[in-house]
């Protein structure tokens, strides 16, 4: 079972990005809403990575990302003339070549590349521990506020932190009244943080991103996640269904503003996009392969990848017991 706190928050997330596009840029404040997938995406891989190899980790996020991602960016490399380098980097997601960033067709694809290099150093973190992406990303922070590379920029980037925040939160116990006041405070913040960081993804100015958006939008992710027992009357069924369908919102949304904008626009990206989620994205999700989800059976705590469960400098705070962790993992599996 997801927790709906999750799923208002991605709905939320993927509806604020919607809007910044439907008015051209008008509501740029709206771009913190990546910031807030950033969070959430770190909160649930934290939460529900264990029981699987690398490997196996690796394949489960490349089922979830790639085909509704295809099919998503087929029509604009139809649409729209392509280098070989776009067409590569849009088949691909990978940014860097040579001395070139090199932006996807589909322009919310930029935020998918760091989602993969997320998930590529989760999954170091399997493998071996915890420190060695850590290190790495701060190796790579270093030379990439220091040099011109654009990899080091990359693998770098100061939008890291945003992810590694929802780790932490998602070893943080609950507080439901610790969590309303955490709400408050994260809405406070976005309301009168600057809006000027919408497109601000490496050195300095994703510093500034990360403290002004990504710090208000961890404190939301706590806040909602603690409030999770309140979040269940049917008053928050569409706010979760946006959220179960916000992939599919936030990839297709700018194809439907080919043709309209505005309040029609937000309507409509929201109504195809949960239209896509039941027709196309849903059936994809539930045909992944069974051996990328790598459970086992029990509540023990047997088959949790050590490095997930154990390691207090992945996790951000020291890490529940086994049965609490097993319990809360489950309940995130199948996002």
């Known amino acids: 079972m997801k927790l709906r706190s999750i799923q208002v928050l991605r709905g939320v997330a993927a509806m604020a990005v919607v809007a910044h596009h439907a008015f051209a840029g008008g509501t740029k404040l709206g771009a913190a809403g990546v910031d807030l997938f950033f969070v959430i995406s770190g909160f649930i891989m934290a939460t529900c990575a264990g029981g699987r190899s690398p490997g196996q980790f690796l394949a489960d996020r490349a089922w979830r990302i790639y085909p509704l991602w295809l099919i998503a960016v087929l029509p604009w490399l139809l649409m729209e003339p392509v280098s070989l380098l776009g067409l590569v980097r849009s088949l691909t997601l990978w940014p860097v070549y040579g001395r070139q960033y090199v932006e996807p067709a589909l322009g919310v694809g930029w935020t998918l590349s760091f989602e993969l290099l997320f998930y590529a150093g989760f999954a170091v973190a399997i493998a071996s521990r915890a420190s060695i992406p850590l290190l790495i990303f701060g190796l790579c922070l270093i030379l990439g506020l220091t040099t011109n590379n654009l990899l080091f920029w990359f693998i770098g980037s100061p939008l890291a932190f945003e992810f ?69 009357g049917r008053a928050f069924d569409l706010p979760v269904l946006i959220g179960n369908a916000s992939y599919s919102i936030y990839l297709f949304h700018q194809l439907i503003f ?39 059976s029990g509540r023990s705590g047997q088959g949790l990848a050590p490095h997930v469960a154990d390691t207090p400098l992945l996790a951000g705070i020291a890490p529940r017991p086994a049965d609490a962790v097993v319990e809360h993992r489950e309940r995130l599996a199948r996002n």
Not at 202 to 211: C, N, P, S, T
Not at 275 to 294: C, D, H, N, Q, S
Request: aromatic share 10%; proline share 6%.
């Open 164 to 232: 590694l925040l929802g780790v932490a939160i998602a070893q943080m116990p609950s507080r439901a009244s610790f969590g309303a006041v955490a709400a408050a405070l994260g809405l406070i913040l976005l309301a009168v943080a600057p809006d000027t960081y919408y497109d601000q993804s490496f050195g300095g100015g994703a510093i500034l991103r990360v403290i002004c958006w990504g710090v208000p939008a961890s404190l939301l992710v706590y806040g909602l996640r603690s409030l999770e027992p309140r979040l269940s």
């Open 258 to 296: 080919k043709q309209f904008h505005g309040i029609g626009g937000l309507v409509l990206s929201a109504a195809a996009g949960i239209a896509i989620y039941f027709l196309v994205e849903r059936p994809i999700i539930r045909a992944r392969p069974k051996w990328t989800r790598g459970w086992k």
